[in-house]
């Protein structure tokens, strides 16, 4: 759902990219409660899987594709704060290095496709682990409904900013049909792997799943006929916490496996956004607009000068996992820095 340059003008453009701006600035002080030990490490690792994962594009109907937007597992693996800072960093990425998503219009993607996605699955997802089991499995059922639910709340969000600022003349209410119509099953496809990769990370570290904190519900006693907490039993000493080096280690991997090999037999047909516009007539106006970065050598998700069409494009996903990985974590350490900086200044 990657918005580019032409499809909202540039006032609103504008007036998104100080709102993208404003939420990264919040989330930047959020994310130092969040980007512990264990997240921080991680948090880098998380970037680059979405961005991987945003490159298999699959058939959700005749003639249209759709692919991960990511926020629900952001914000599930990392925390709120940290997942909108992971997906405004991969929108960065792509829009900078790939030509995917256009330079005007980055405030209304990380709008949209980040802190809407974010806050709706985020929001859900803890109402859901209220009303389920707090065991694994009510995880992985909250982490689906919240995933499902957040991509055609995007698809939402992006109906709205043009209906205030879209560049053509579409009746807003076929415009909201379509793109509700198509982005409730690219929610499904979302939600089945959000759910598979949170689940994944639950089977062997659920302690690096910030939304799984607090797994285990306390055990009940029934006293006089009701339900009290029993008593903790006494607690033997903490084990050393265990590095998360081998989870970094297997994320890496799939991730370079995916946007190397996998990304090549991807859907090449048009994602619900590029399939809605053209067929409403959205995109009427996006010819007049080259992109920015429309030189780069790695434009279009191709390494210019490789005529393998394979090797180009499994080459240019290596390189956007490692950039993003290495832009992602150099940043998220850094917020981790000034978080023990501060914690040392206040005990000082």
Known sequence: MHVPDGFINAPVSAAAGVAAAAAVAVSL??????????????????????FAVQMLNFPVAAGTSGHLLGGALAAILVGPWTGVLCIAVVLLMQGVLFADGGLTALGVNITVMGVVTVV????????????????????????????????????????????????TDVPIGKVLTAMLGVHVLIGVGEAVITALTVGAVLAVRPDLVHGARGLTAPLKLRVDGELVDAAPAEAPAAPAPKS???????????????????????????????????????????????????????ADYGVKGVDSARLSGGLAGVIGVGVTLAVGTGAFWAVRRRRAAAETGARV
């Open 244 to 298: 998360p080096k081998k989870v970094w280690i297997g994320g890496v991997v799939t991730a370079l496996v995916l946007a190397g090999v996998v990304s090549f037999y991807a859907s090449a047909s048009p994602d619900g956004l590029e399939k809605v516009a053209a067929d409403q007539g959205i995109d009427a106006k996006a010819d007049e607009y080259e992109h920015a970065t429309a030189d780069s050598p790695l």
């Open 120 to 167: 709706v699955a985020h929001l859900l997802f803890r109402g859901l682990r209220l009303a389920l089991p707090r065991t694994r499995g009510g995880v992985t059922a909250a982490t689906f409904v919240a995933a499902l639910v957040s991509v055609p709340a995007s698809a939402a969000a992006f109906t709205l900013i043009y209906a205030i600022g879209g560049t």
């Open 29 to 50: 002080r959020g994310a130092r409660k969040e980007l512990d030990e264990k997240v921080a490490p991680l948090a880098g690792l998380v970037a680059a899987f979405v």
